[in-house]
């Protein structure tokens, strides 16, 4: 199959090539578009042989749920059994936005999209070009990150082209998301609600606006798989480099120096086994390592540390590396969010000091 690339403004993206796409998408095609957090692979969601064709373009596993995407209220109300009350203290402040809420699905979801499961997850995005693709297309649009599975979300169009071209009918470039880590899911079918994964809106956030607690599990913070259905995906590995990442995490993010130490350490101990290392570190720390080294950002910005993390993971596989070090992050804010992925991305190849 040829892959449309189709450039799309961003910020006002041209009406003419979203009814294109939106065109695509109702006649049964797979569109990867822009979300705000990462790059996603579109189809209708009442379309299930589009659907079907997700998993197999992915390599999916067919028990790994889809995300539904929306434009409208309208919609939501199709797609869920009921809507509790304290969800739209989350919808009203958060939506359109990085926030994926788990409800009781309707009759109308099938199950292909759910991965079996009685629920369904569902957001709003707040991207232009999702916002607009997903109106034009008057159906929810069902999708995961447009990745092939296991490996680092798609935070550029570069990503997806690399994974997916020729295997879906279009591609959208509109450049680099914005936040580049996956939304934040929460389960509010339990009492009291739970978080599935960490994501660009934090837990204190979260919190607030509920105003009760959520639950945040082992597994939500990348340290332990779950047996369950209660999310499925994060029983697979994910977002992984396909060569060995080294996490070391430090019990104290304050002292910088005993971080430095240890990185320090394995690079030497790698090296003269003959391995070409590569440190990522953070700009408070690049300039102190005698190995080559890249920076995901500041310490003191972990937005921009969530927005680099995906491109250098990929980047790294690209390089004439064998083994990356990566340090770890403060889990606080979107901190949280950025551990669970590098712990997972690591496959628990973790160094504590
Ligand atoms: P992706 O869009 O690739 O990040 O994948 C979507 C993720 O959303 C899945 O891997 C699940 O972890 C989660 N998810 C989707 N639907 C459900 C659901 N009904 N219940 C729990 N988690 C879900
Ligand atoms: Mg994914």
Same mark, same amino acid.
């Given at each position: ?14 009406? =003419? ?24 692979? /579109?189809?209708? +969601? ?6 079907? *064709? ?13 995300? +539904? ?27 359109? /936005? ?14 292909? +999209?759910?991965?079996?499961? %009685? ?18 297309? =008057? ?18 169009? *570069? ?6 071209? /020729? *295997?879906? #009918?279009?591609?959208?470039?509109? /450049?680099?998301?914005?936040?580049? +880590? ?37 597994? @939500? ?17 994910? &977002? ?6 080294? !996490?070391?995490?430090?019990?104290? &993010?304050?002292? !910088? ?12 101990? &790698? ?12 700009? %408070? ?10 920076? !995901? ?5 972990? @937005? ?22 990566? #340090? ?15 712990? *997972? ?9």
């Amino acid at each position: 199959m040829i892959t449309r690339i189709i450039k799309v403004d961003p910020i006002n993206p041209e009406p =003419d090539k979203l009814r294109y796409c939106a065109e695509v998408i109702r006649s049964g095609g797979l569109v990867a578009f822009p979300t705000e957090t990462v790059y996603g692979l /579109g189809a209708c +969601v009442y379309i299930e042989d589009a659907v079907k *064709k997700i998993f197999t373009v992915k390599n999916r596993p067919m028990d790994n749920p889809l995300i +539904v995407h929306i434009s409208s209220m309208r919609q939501l109300d199709k797609l869920v059994k009921e809507v509790p009350d304290k969800a739209y203290r989350l919808i009203n402040k958060a939506w359109p /936005g990085p926030l994926t809420l788990i409800f009781k699905k309707s009759d109308d979801v099938p199950h292909t +999209v759910t991965g079996g499961l %009685e629920t369904v997850a569902i957001r709003m995005p707040a991207h232009p070009v999702a916002l607009n693709l997903i109106k034009l297309s =008057d159906c929810p649009i069902a999708a995961p990150s447009a990745n092939l599975a296991g490996r680092p979300s798609p935070t550029n169009p *570069k990503h997806v082209i690399e994974d997916l071209s /020729g *295997k879906i #009918e279009v591609i959208i470039d509109a /450049g680099d998301t914005f936040l580049g +880590v996956e939304s934040t899911i929460i389960n509010l079918t339990t009492n009291p609600p739970v978080l599935l994964r960490p994501g660009p809106l934090s837990v204190e956030k979260i919190r607030e606006l509920l105003g009760e607690d959520i639950i945040i599990p082992e597994f @939500a913070r990348g340290l332990a798989e779950i047996e369950t259905a209660m999310s499925p995906g994060t029983k697979y590995k994910h &977002y992984a480099p396909r060569k060995p990442l080294v !996490l070391v995490e430090s019990s104290d &993010y304050r002292d !910088l120096s005993r971080l430095i130490k240890k990185v320090m350490e394995l690079c030497h101990e &790698y090296s003269k086994s003959k391995k070409k290392v590569l440190i990522i570190a953070s700009d %408070e720390t690049k300039d102190h390592y005698h190995c080559p080294t890249v920076s !995901l950002g500041s310490r003191k910005n972990l @937005a921009s540390v969530a927005r680099n993390l995906y491109k250098t993971l990929r980047l790294f596989d690209e390089l004439d590396y064998d083994i990356a070090i990566i #340090e770890g992050f403060e889990e606080k804010g979107i901190g949280l969010a950025i551990m669970n992925r590098l712990r *997972k991305a690591s496959g628990m190849n973790i160094i504590r000091i």
